[in-house]
């Protein structure tokens, strides 16, 4: 794959994965708080919230090892699906992260 391409395809999953996110937000979330569900997880599991989100990251990475394991490669739809699951819950993970840190969200604006 050429550079140019590849750029393409940087971009296009970029904007898959920002799409999902808004989609499923507006799906999951009804209240302000955006980890709210992932909080709920935990608690009724007792562990903490990045535990329980990465529980359910763990579940899709499963299903890529899977796909690259199968001995035909699968349609592109479907790994396209599930790479955009696998890195939206690192976004969030990296988001739950920086709400636990009270981290500055001021180096996103740079």
Same mark, same amino acid.
């Given at each position: 794959?050429?550079?140019?391409?590849?750029?393409?395809?940087?971009?296009?999953?970029?904007?898959?994965?920002?799409?999902?996110?808004?989609?499923?937000?507006?799906?999951?979330?009804?209240?302000?708080?955006?980890?709210?569900?992932?909080?709920?997880?935990?608690?009724?599991?007792? !562990? &903490?919230?990045?535990?329980? @989100?990465? #529980?359910?990251?763990?579940?899709?990475?499963?299903?890529?090892? /899977?796909?690259?394991? %199968?001995?035909?490669?699968?349609?592109?739809?479907?790994?396209?699906?599930?790479?955009?699951?696998? !890195? &939206?819950?690192?976004?969030? @993970?990296? #988001?739950?992260?920086?709400?636990?840190?009270?981290?500055?969200? /001021?180096?996103?604006? %740079?």
């Amino acid at each position: 794959m050429d550079r140019k391409t590849f750029n393409m395809l940087v971009d296009y999953q970029i904007a898959k994965c920002k799409a999902v996110l808004s989609y499923k937000g507006d799906e999951y979330v009804k209240g302000e708080d955006v980890f709210e569900h992932f909080k709920k997880a935990a608690s009724l599991q007792g !562990i &903490n919230t990045r535990e329980a @989100l990465f #529980g359910m990251l763990a579940k899709h990475i499963v299903s890529i090892s /899977e796909l690259c394991a %199968e001995e035909h490669c699968a349609p592109t739809e479907i790994w396209n699906e599930k790479i955009c699951d696998a !890195i &939206n819950y690192l976004i969030l @993970l990296s #988001g739950v992260v920086r709400d636990e840190l009270k981290a500055e969200i /001021e180096e996103m604006k %740079e």
